[in-house]
């Protein structure tokens, strides 16, 4: 049986971080809980977790400032955990590079499901990377690494993805010239409920135009088809490890 996994629960409030550690504890997860995010920065300093989840109202900051800052570091997911319902919070969540997004109260084993969706989901790109033939994506002027999240310009300008963003980003890449709906690029998120509406994958999209088009306002990548989904224009060749 292999090692528990580790994760981080950053949470001011001592009873639900108790209970949510003890509900993790008995997935057979490995848990450190933290009252304050200067608590969490010391400890992913000392070694990173597998995944960290943020709640929103911490006492020495703002949950939002925290995951900010946590997103570009490609060692482990972020989601956010909290009583902070609005769309608008949400969304801004995801727009500042968390995975995943879940509304106090919630169930035990959506909480364990989304974890676990997070986690396969990073593994699923690890593995992406070993493969010699499918580990690293050229197009345009950028070469995608999926196996550190990466994307570099020709002009060696980098820019960081998260797992999630790396993911949806993969899988245009594996049908370039092609429309995929929402639901294909969502997976198996797609049977998410409780984000009417769901805009992750629109806000995820529009986050990585950011780093891969010239014009963001006008994308010429990425397209959006309406009523249909998402098309990738550009022509893809994959390098061998080696190229």
């Known amino acids: 049986m292999g090692a528990r996994k580790l994760l981080y629960l950053i949470e001011d409030d001592a009873d639900i971080r108790n209970l949510v550690r003890t509900v993790l504890e008995g997935y057979g997860y490995e848990v450190q809980a933290f009252g304050s995010g200067r608590d969490a920065r010391a400890a992913i300093r000392r070694q990173a977790p597998e995944l960290c989840l943020v709640d929103l109202g911490l006492p020495d900051m703002d949950g939002l400032t925290l ?136 806000v995820r999209v529009s986050r990585i135009r950011k780093k891969i088009e010239r014009d963001a306002k006008s994308p010429r990548l990425i397209k959006t088809v309406y009523g249909a989904g998402y098309l990738f224009t550009a022509e893809v060749l994959w390098l061998s490890g080696d190229a």
Request: charged content about 30%; glycine content about 10%.
């Open 67 to 202: 995951v900010r800052e946590l997103w570009g570091d490609v060692r482990f997911g972020v989601i956010i955990l909290t009583g902070r319902g609005g769309v608008s919070d949400r969304v801004l969540g995801l727009e500042l590079g968390a995975d995943d997004y879940i509304v106090k109260p919630f169930e035990p084993r959506e909480l364990v499901a989304r974890i676990n969706s997070v986690i396969r989901r990073r593994e699923q790109l690890a593995g992406a990377a070993m493969a010699a033939d499918t580990q690293r994506a050229r197009f345009g002027e950028w070469v995608f690494d999926p196996g550190n999240l990466t994307l570099v310009a020709d002009d060696g300008h980098q820019e960081s993805l998260t797992a999630a963003e790396a993911g949806l980003l993969l899988a245009l890449l594996k049908s370039p010239k092609r429309v995929l709906s929402r639901e294909q690029l969502q997976g198996a998120d797609c049977e998410r409920d409780d984000f009417p509406y769901d805009r992750s994958i629109d």
